[in-house]
Structures are given as C-alpha cells and as structure tokens.
C-alpha cells in the first residue's frame, strides 16, 4: 500500500471510530474472531478433508488390481489399470495442491488475523 492510501484508510478510521465510541473496539474484535473462525479455521478443515480425500485417492491407487478374466464393460485388465492410475493420479495430485493452498489460506488467517480483518475494513471503505 501506498503511504497516500495509507493515511486515507487511517483518516476514514478515525471518522468511523469518532462515530461508533466505544462500540469501534467491539467491532473490531468481532471482525478479528470473524477472520479467525469464518476464514481460518473454516480453511484449516476444508484442507483436512482435501488432504484425507487425497490419502483415500492413494489407497486406491496403490491397491492391486484384479488380474481375473472378469468382463467390465469389455475393457482389459490393463486399460482399467491405466484408467485407474491416471483417474487417481490427476485427483490425487489436484487434491493434494487443492489442500495445501487452503492450509495456507487457514494458516495465515489464524496466526495473523488483525490484518484480513484490516484488508476487510480497507476493501469496504473503498480502497
């Protein structure tokens, strides 16, 4: 941020906390435990179901397959191998990525949530 946007956003902070009194320290712990729990912790499960989708994709990836004569809707041993590994494969990769950036995401809302809660307040005052 430039240091000009800083002293707007400052300035319209001052205009708003002038108004509320007491009730700005009330808002803004609101929106502190609003970054924590609806961004962050919310985050944090997203990536733990991604990641266990994930873990399920590579059981079933490394699971043997049946070497049987058995006709399944007349494709080969071989290619219903191929078409397994590559099914689980792509999910298994797009999950695992899909997970980590939402670690992140949660990660960084929990540890530092008085920023996003000051990038809220910056993006609704019009900045």
Partial sequence: MSESMMQ???KRLDTIGA???EGAEFAWRVSIKQQMINNGILNL???AVL????WALVKILRSPYPTDSEDY?????ETRHILKVAG???GTAITFVWGLIVLYEGLVHVINPQYYAL???A???GK
């Fill in 51 to 54: 990641l266990a989708v994930c």
């Fill in 19 to 21: 108004k509320l009194g």
């Fill in 123 to 125: 993006r609704l005052l």
């Fill in 88 to 90: 689980c494969g792509a």
């Fill in 119 to 121: 990038m809220d307040l």
């Fill in 45 to 47: 499960i997203i990536s």
């Fill in 8 to 10: 707007e956003i400052l």
């Fill in 73 to 77: 809707n007349g494709l080969e041993d």
